[in-house]
Structures are given as structure tokens and as C-alpha cells.
């Protein structure tokens, strides 16, 4: 039990820093500790019924956004040669006060449902939902293409953190098809990047605005 | 036999992506397209058995959506074909600006289209909401490179779009999933995994508020991915950049497969007797796609746009009719059957057009019925079939979800008026571009060719389709839309 409310605190932490962080480099290392993080929450959460299935996708978890993802990311950072700036539509300071505030919205939020008794923690939903609300708050306010996938990777791992919290009720081949769908995902979006760098010499999505009505 | 359907794409697919010679590699797209075609067709005969505890079976809706599906890729696929051909190895100016680009090499977007095909596939058998959702997010995946197939800015743009927007929409139907698994619980409280049978059967247990937070993050995740307004923005771009036979896929076969996904949650609703709840948010997202897309048809420049808010716009038809019930949602079956027909036809049309004039400005293309007598004779049916004037489909389809809505009486008149003043606004939108493109005389830079058979011949065999279906709905084909339009309704 405590084991999972250090790894929550920890996921908040990691979101309010990605809220305030000016830094590329940093932003990918923190998303990639947070999903290391989020990787053990199985495990701990329910080791009194440790089992093949739990490792065998805390393991996938932790080698895809631990290890592949950031990798492949500082590839993409690498080939494009972008500054190490992250050029936000919205200044830190204000991105880390809505942070704060997304968080208390979030937890009134789940005061209000009624929380099933499978949930392995009372902070777990509130949490998670943060872990959403910051992610699409990053894909909104940040230019660059790179940052939108950094955002893409938070929402993604708050909606995994509820998933982990119901774990009993899903299933092996689910979770593995919908880590197999994010890698993907983060995959086609890194080639998709490269062509972006490729094309218009840099990897903001500001410019992107010629297709409209 | 569920199994061969999913994986004979998906292993054709990594095939492609490995074989060295061209023409190889369209035998095995086709050929793959007819083998799929012809299991589909058996599945009518003899309906397989589900596998893997239920969470694969081929249900009513799932066979209507797969023949849908398997049919249209079998066209699309010959007329694919064709086109690689045309369009292999050559440098390319870009039509608007210019510029020179090339195309992604022709391996990629074949291996792709038929793994597109597996996730479609996929969507259409899946009984498992977890499963679902990972076929739906499939599509999306296995589509972005083929939008991506002329390398240009503009190309780019649109599938940056499309990743992004549907890659969140589709991570809050995820979230979806979990909520759903928050809310089975049988009578003893138990949790149950969220397959669909179990869920019908246990409908009555489900928790109500986990359940209703559930329905709206899917609304918001699957109705991204169908094009619902106000949640259509990338359709418009996604559809006007991609090559033409990919629009016509995205057009009719993708936006159906998140369609099957919202049906599947509106089973769920009926099942516990909830279903006024999702009425109001099908009636809703179909009036606001209606309005939005009418007021972008109006005055749009460029023709394959135009045929895009044209999706969103029946899309909004298709949600409106299932939100009138029972007698609606027969006829919203009916009208995805008849749109996928027409809409596929309009972008292979579109896609001639296109490499005829080189020009995507509809004021720019002139005298289609003199340069190309067929295809402008193709492209006019297609502005009356899409526009629901008889004979064809679409009118009879129209005409039902509008006799729903009159039948239900005093409030729903509002609705059935917005839903005749919008068609009618479309109708005129739809008419100055279409009538203008195919009458007058071409301009001389028009290049002089015949078009190729298979350029005519997918396009011609839809349009046939959609006139035999305004003429008599099979017998066949109305008892299996009766059978699955009493699962969405409810009690009148």
C-alpha cells in the first residue's frame, strides 16, 4: 500500500515538473522515469498475488517507455538538431499554477463518483485523471511536435494508471495489445516527426496551419 | 474461420512489406482482397463459431459491417492497383504550389493497406470492448502512412493531425474501457470481464454512474474517430490530402468501424433499459454534425473537402437516425450501407478527376461530361445518390429516418425539420459544385487520355450497387438489419 501511494506522489511530481520544465532533454528523461515508475505499480500494488502476468507486463512496460521510447526519442532530438528549448504557447509558471489546479479539480472530481472497492488506492483515480487532464494540457499549450508526443506519453500513462488499479479485471492479451498500440503509436509519430524536420526544417507544429476552412 | 479472416491480412501485409518485385506485390493485394471477399460471402451461409472464451464472434452487426468493409476493399484494392502503377517511380510537381515531391515507396502502402484491412477486421468480430479498442486504435495506426503517401508539407500536416487527434480521442475511450470495467458487476458484485454478451446479460446489475461516465468518454473517443461534429476536424484535411482510394476507404470503411464501436455501447444501454440516455447525446452530436457540415459545404472550393463535410454530414445522419429508436436505426443501418457505397464511389471518381485536370479547385474543373463522358455520368448519379433524389439508396434511407422522427411526434418535429432544411441547404451546396464541375466545355491543358478500366470499373460496379439498393433492399439484407436494428432501438 505504501509502496503505491509513493509511486501516485511520485506521478504527480513527474507531471508538475513536465509542466515547469524548459528542457527537452529533461522532459524525456522524466517521462521515461515515469513510466519505470508506473512499470513497478503492479508489481507493488498487488504483491500479495504476485504472477507470471504481472511481471511479464511490468517487464513489457518498463523496456517499452523505460528504455525504447526515451531512446528513440533522443534519436528524433538528435536528428533534428533542435534547440534543447521547449517553446511553450503557455509560460511555465502559469502551465505549473493550472497544474495545481488541475489536480484539485481532479481529486473534488473523484470525491463525487462512487469509488469501486477493487481500486488498490482512494488516490488512484483522482490521480489518474490528473495524469489525463496534464497530458492534454500539454499537447495544447506546447509548439513543438516532440513535446505534443512527450504530452501524448502523460495522458496515455494516467489513463494506464487507472487500468492498474483495476488490474484484476482486465486481461493479458488486452494489456498487451494496448501497450503493442502505444508502441506503435509513438513509433509512427517519431517517423512522422523526422519527415516533419525534414519538411519544414524544424519540428514546430505552429506553422502546420495551412489546411482550414 | 474469425481467425483466418483477421490474420490472412495481417500475414499478406508483412509479405508485402518484404516482397522485392511490384507486380507481386499488387497479386498479393488483390489477391488477398478476394480470398477475403469470398470468406466474407460464406460467412452469410454458415455463420463461424466464436472463439477464444466469446471474445471473437461474428455477430448480426459484425457481418454487416464486415461485408461492408471486405467489399469496398476489394474495389478500392483494384482500382489501387491500377493506380500504383500509374503512379510508380515518377517525380511528382505538387498541383498547388508546385514543388517537387515524391511518394512513399510502394511496399510501405501496401503492407500497410492490407494490415489496415486485418485492424478493420478486427473491429468487426471483436466482442471484447478491450479488443475493440485495440483494433479501432489499429486502424488509426495502420491509415497514417497511407495519408502520408505523397510526400508533401501539406500531406504531412494532415497526418499529424490525424495521429494526434485521434490518438488522444481514442486514449479517452480507453479510458472508457476501465470505467466499463468499473461498471460490470453482476448481481452477487462481482466483476465480469466487459464482453458483450456477458454485459447483456448482466445489464440490469451494472453500476448506472460508472456506466453514463463510461458511454460519454466513448462518445468523445469513437465519435473523434467517426467524424462527429464537433469532434470531426481532422476528417476534412485526412480526407482531401490522402491519395483518393484511401479517402474512399477512410471514408467507408473507417468511419463505419468506430460507428460499429458506438453501436456496441448503445446494445449495452438498451440492454439495461437506459437507452434515453444515450438517445439524447445520438441526436445531439447528428444535429450539430448536420448543421456544421452544411454551413462548410456552402461555398467550398475544393471538391475532395467538399466530399469530406459530405462524411461528416452523413455521419450526423447516421447518429440521428440511431437516436430515433428502433424504425430509426433501421434506417441509419441502411444509410451507412448506402453512404460507404456512394461516398467510396465519389473518391474514386474524384481521385480521375483529379489526375485528369490536376486541380482540386472545383471552380477550375469544367466540362467533365465532355472530357470524360463516364466518369462525368458517374459523378453526376453520385451527386444525386449522395443528395438522396430517388431512385437511389440514400433517398430511401433518408426517407425512413425521417418518417422515424415524424412518427415519434410533438418534440421530435423540430428535429425532422432541421434534418430536411440542412439536406436541403447540402442540396444546393452539392449542386452549384457538381453541376458547374461536370457541364461547360474542358479547357485545352485537360490531358486528352481515356480513362483506364480500372479507373472506371470499381466506381461503376458502387454505383450500380447503391441504384439496385434504392430499387429493392434484399430480403436477405432487410431481416438482418431488422434483427440488428432491435438490439439498438429498444421499446418504442
Known amino acids: 500500500m505504501i509502496f503505491t501511494k509513493l509511486i501516485l506522489v511520485l506521478l504527480v511530481l513527474t507531471n508538475l515538473k513536465l509542466l515547469g520544465s524548459s528542457r527537452v532533454g529533461s522532459s524525456i528523461r522524466v517521462v521515461a522515469a515515469q513510466g519505470i515508475a508506473l512499470g513497478l505499480l503492479p508489481v507493488l500494488g498487488h504483491a500479495h498475488e504476485l504472477s507470471i502476468r504481472f511481471g511479464l507486463l511490468a517487464a513489457g512496460t518498463i523496456a517499452i517507455k523505460g528504455i525504447v521510447f526515451p531512446w528513440f526519442l533522443f534519436r528524433a532530438v538528435r536528428e533534428a538538431e533542435v534547440t534543447r528549448e521547449i517553446e511553450p504557447y503557455v509560460g511555465y509558471v502559469a502551465s505549473l499554477i493550472s497544474g495545481v489546479a488541475i489536480l484539485a479539480v481532479s481529486f473534488w472530481m473523484c470525491m463525487r463518483l462512487p469509488m469501486p472497492a477493487s481500486l488498490a488506492s482512494s488516490w488512484l483515480a483522482p490521480i489518474a485523471i490528473f495524469s489525463i487532464f496534464a497530458g492534454l494540457f500539454l499537447i495544447i499549450s506546447r509548439k513543438r511536435a516532440l513535446s505534443q508526443v512527450l504530452g501524448f506519453l502523460v495522458l496515455e500513462n494516467g489513463v494506464y494508471t487507472f487500468g492498474v488499479g483495476l488490474a484484476p479485471q482486465s486481461s493479458l492479451l488486452v494489456e498487451a495489445g494496448v501497450l503493442l498500440d502505444v508502441f506503435v503509436a509513438v513509433f509512427v509519430m517519431g517517423i512522422t516527426m523526422f519527415h516533419i524536420n525534414r519538411e519544414f526544417d524544424h519540428i514546430n507544429t505552429e506553422q502546420m496551419s495551412q489546411l482550414k476552412d | ?492
Open chain 2, 1 to 492: 474461420m474469425i481467425f483466418a479472416l483477421v490474420l490472412l491480412p495481417a500475414l499478406a501485409g508483412l509479405l508485402a512489406f518484404a516482397l522485392p518485385k511490384p507486380a507481386l506485390r499488387r497479386g498479393v493485394l488483390i489477391g488477398t482482397a478476394i480470398i477475403h471477399a469470398a470468406l466474407t460471402a460464406i460467412c452469410w451461409k454458415f455463420s463461424p463459431a466464436p472463439t477464444l472464451n466469446e471474445w471473437l464472434a461474428l455477430d448480426a452487426a459484425g457481418l454487416l459491417f464486415l461485408s461492408i468493409t471486405s467489399g469496398l476493399f476489394l474495389l478500392a484494392s483494384i482500382y489501387a492497383a491500377g493506380y500504383l502503377s500509374q503512379e510508380a517511380n515518377r517525380k511528382f510537381t505538387d498541383i498547388e504550389e508546385g514543388l517537387l515531391f515524391d511518394n512513399a515507396p510502394e511496399a510501405v502502402f501496401i503492407g500497410c493497406l492490407l494490415l489496415f484491412l486485418s485492424a478493420m477486421t478486427l473491429v468487426t468480430v471483436s466482442q471484447h470492448f478491450g479488443l475493440l479498442w485495440v483494433a479501432i486504435e489499429g486502424t488509426t495506426l495502420a491509415s497514417a502512412p497511407l495519408i502520408y503517401f505523397h510526400r508533401h508539407h501539406r500531406s504531412l500536416e494532415a497526418t499529424w493531425k490525424y495521429l494526434l487527434i485521434c490518438s488522444v480521442g481514442i486514449a479517452l475511450a480507453l479510458l472508457a474501457n476501465f470505467f466499463l470495467g468499473v461498471a460490470a458487476v453482476n448481481s452477487s458484485g462481482e466483476n465480469f470481464p466487459i464482453v458483450l454478451p456477458a454485459l447483456l446479460v448482466h445489464a440490469h446489475d451494472l453500476q448506472t454512474p460508472w456506466l453514463k461516465a463510461a458511454c460519454i468518454l466513448f462518445f468523445v473517443g469513437y465519435g473523434t474517430k467517426m467524424g462527429l461534429a464537433p469532434l470531426h476536424t481532422w476528417l476534412p484535411d485526412a480526407h482531401s490530402e490522402a491519395p483518393s482510394v484511401i479517402s474512399a476507404l477512410l471514408s467507408g470503411a473507417v468511419l463505419n468501424c468506430a460507428f460499429l464501436g458506438l453501436l456496441r455501447v448503445q446494445q449495452i444501454f438498451v440492454g439495461a433499459g437506459m437507452e434515453q440516455f444515450t438517445r439524447d447525446i445520438w441526436i445531439a452530436l447528428g444535429v450539430a454534425s448536420l448543421v456544421i457540415s452544411a454551413i462548410f459545404i456552402i461555398g467550398q472550393t475544393d471538391y475532395k473537402r467538399l466530399l469530406a463535410y459530405s462524411s461528416v454530414e452523413n455521419m450526423g445522419i447516421l447518429a440521428l437516425g440511431i437516436g430515433l429508436g428502433a424504425a430509426g436505426a433501421f434506417g441509419a443501418l441502411l444509410h451507412a450501407i448506402n453512404h460507404s457505397l456512394v461516398k467510396a464511389m465519389l473518391f474514386l471518381l474524384a481521385g480521375n478527376i483529379l489526375a485528369r485536370y490536376q486541380t482540386k479547385n472545383i471552380s477550375n474543373v469544367r466540362g467533365l461530361l465532355n472530357a470524360t463522358p463516364v466518369t462525368g455520368a458517374l459523378w453526376l448519379a453520385g451527386f444525386l445518390a449522395i443528395t438522396g433524389t430517388p431512385p437511389f439508396g440514400p433517398f430511401l434511407s433518408k426517407f425512413t429516418i425521417l418518417k422515424a422522427a415524424l412518427d415519434l411526434g410533438h418534440g421530435y418535429v423540430v428535429i425532422a425539420t432541421i434534418f430536411l432544411a440542412t439536406l436541403g441547404i447540402i442540396f444546393v451546396g452539392m449542386a452549384t459544385a457538381f453541376l458547374g464541375m461536370a457541364q461547360g466545355e474542358p479547357e485545352k491543358v485537360t490531358i486528352a487520355t481515356n480513362d483506364s478500366k480500372w479507373q472506371i470499373a470499381p466506381p461503376l460496379v458502387l454505383g450500380a450497387m447503391v441504384l439496385w439498393l434504392g430499387i429493392n433492399v434484399p430480403e436477405p439484407l432487410a431481416n438482418l438489419l431488422k434483427q440488428i436494428a432491435s438490439t439498438l432501438g429498444g421499446a418504442q
